[in-house]
């Protein structure tokens, strides 16, 4: 099975502090998307960032940055300046097949600590 | 709407029962998504659709669950007697344009219906 992996289920970060989240997935397509999306405890689904597999570029949104490996198939999601609202669950997830699905990891939680 | 709408928030169901939920996708989107995020946070892709027509079902428990998007309607998902195990939130995303030439265009995703079955 084509998997994403978050290897992290828990984190915890100081307010002011950098966090990096891991993700690493398996895939055989050559074009495909990743995205990193924020759940707080509302469970509402809010995108964070996303990435194109063919641009080598790394995606930057604000304080959120990602860290791309085609190669190594990895997409980590470094959060710069934590914040209290940052704190939530992180889901790493992939477009599969040409129906553009997505396939998510497990989530980490992130707490961030006043 | 700018957002993508579902109703109900909540649904409680006795095991047997059936359960319809609801989604208004964003105007303008073409495309719906329904996820299932089980207690354990974990989605799994259930149906899509490309306006009424059915995109990819490859996820669909085919024997208890339906799905329709009609002209001028929201879209439904319906449970024909629900288990314990199908408690959940169900999630609805929308995208606007679906991989055209090499591009994908972002899933938006509604607040959910958190369906519990007794």
């Known amino acids: 099975a084509q998997t994403v992996t978050q290897s992290q289920p828990e984190m915890s970060v100081q307010e002011a502090e950098t966090v990096t989240l891991s993700c690493t997935y398996d895939?055989?397509?050559?074009?495909?998307?990743l995205f990193w999306y924020k759940q707080p405890p509302s469970r509402q689904m809010i995108l964070v960032i996303r990435?194109?597999?063919?641009?080598?570029q790394n995606a930057t949104e604000n304080r959120f940055s990602v860290n791309f490996q085609k190669a190594a198939k990895s997409f980590s999601l470094k959060i710069s300046d934590s914040q209290l609202g940052d704190t939530a669950m992180y889901f790493c997830?992939?477009?599969?097949?040409?129906?553009?699905?997505?396939?998510f990891g497990k989530g980490t939680k992130l707490t961030v600590n006043p | 709407g700018e957002e993508v709408a579902q109703t109900p928030k909540h649904l409680v169901r006795g095991e047997g029962q059936k359960a319809k939920l609801y989604c208004a996708p964003i105007?303008?989107?073409?495309?719906v998504f329904w996820y299932q995020q089980v207690l354990k946070n974990e989605f799994k892709f259930l149906i899509s659709?490309?306006?009424?027509?059915?995109?990819?079902e490859t996820g669909m428990p085919k024997e208890r669950f339906s799905a329709k998007c009609l002209p001028n309607s929201p879209c439904s998902l319906e449970i024909q007697a629900t288990k314990l195990e199908d408690s959940a939130v169900y999630f609805c995303?929308?995208?606007?344009?679906?991989?055209?030439?090499?591009?994908?265009?972002?899933?938006?995703f509604g607040p959910g219906t958190r369906l519990t079955v007794l």
């Open positions: 995303a929308s995208s606007q344009t679906l991989g055209l030439a090499g591009t994908t265009d972002t899933q938006y």
């Open positions: 895939t055989s397509e050559n074009n495909y998307y």
């Open positions: 990435q194109e597999a063919y641009k080598q």
């Open positions: 997830a992939r477009t599969q097949g040409g129906s553009e699905k997505l396939v």
């Open positions: 105007k303008g989107h073409s495309y």
């Open positions: 659709f490309q306006n009424e027509n059915v995109f990819d």
